[in-house]
């Protein structure tokens, strides 16, 4: 067969449009993740960096949450913070436009309270985008047992973003959560889905994700029940 650059280019179109990755949603190998639904991100007005679109998306996130818990999938959330005064984080950020505001954090970061999270749910705060650079993020999913991982919260092509690339390459399952992620600029949120889409996620909405979880943990109680009838 020849591959004509019609055929190609076709063919990753579908791939970034309508890719699906294949594997299973187990809620016992599964964690959820909530990137950085703090304050200064989702706190209307509160700060430069607020990002209207993570409002918005926070009451159908937290409902996700909820669902993560009633099926025992553990809740970990992470703060962009001010870690080790500092000299955790890369060099080259001062020099980038996200920095280029006076802005400073009048204390540490913390989950926007809206979003209801429980003293016995894990807090990660990290130095940088990813929630894998430099914290045990890794380490305590390993020793949770789960190999899958639902990435939501904010920003979708930044923490989000790069926390679903770290998690793929350490070789998890990721799943993307496409209406409980947002970004500054919405025009934004589509492309980054894409590229996820087609190399490194399965890219579900919150609805996908919760019946997938609650269908997965239901299928092993059916199955016994059909076995106690014989």
């Given at each position: 067969m020849s591959y004509t650059e019609e055929w190609v280019t076709a063919r990753a179109r579908d791939a970034y449009e309508r890719g699906r990755a294949s594997f299973d949603v187990r809620p016992e190998r599964t964690a959820l993740l909530v990137?950085?639904?703090?304050?200064e991100f989702v706190r209307p007005g509160w700060s430069p960096y607020?990002?209207?679109?993570?409002?918005?998306?926070?009451?159908?996130?937290?409902?996700?949450?909820?669902?993560?818990?009633?099926?025992?999938?553990?809740?970990?959330?992470?703060?962009?913070d001010d870690t080790h005064l500092g000299l955790d984080r890369p060099n080259a950020l001062r020099y980038l436009p996200h920095a280029?505001?006076?802005?400073?954090?009048p204390g540490p970061a913390?989950?926007?309270?809206?979003?209801?999270?429980?003293?016995d749910e894990a807090l990660v705060r990290k130095p940088s985008?990813?929630?894998?650079?430099?914290?045990?993020?890794?380490?305590?999913?390993?020793?949770?047992?789960?190999?899958?991982?639902?990435?939501t919260g904010t920003l979708t092509n930044y923490c989000c973003g790069t926390t679903a690339r770290q998690a793929y390459e350490r070789g998890y399952?990721?799943?993307?959560?496409a209406d409980v992620t947002a970004t500054d600029d919405e025009s934004r949120?589509?492309?980054?889905?894409?590229?996820?889409?087609?190399?490194?996620?399965?890219v579900l909405t919150a609805e996908e994700i919760a019946e997938r979880l609650t269908t997965a943990d239901a299928a092993p109680t059916a199955s016994a029940d059909r076995v106690g009838t014989r």
């Open positions: 990137i950085d639904m703090q304050d607020w990002v209207p679109a993570a409002t918005r998306t926070a009451p159908r996130l937290r409902r996700l949450v909820e669902a993560c818990r009633t099926v025992s999938v553990p809740v970990i959330w992470t703060i962009f280029d505001t006076d802005w400073r954090r913390e989950v926007w309270a809206p979003m209801g999270r429980r003293p985008y990813g929630a894998f650079y430099d914290t045990p993020l890794d380490t305590m999913l390993r020793n949770l047992g789960r190999d899958t991982v639902i990435v399952k990721v799943v993307f959560g949120q589509e492309p980054e889905l894409a590229v996820l889409r087609k190399g490194f996620a399965l």
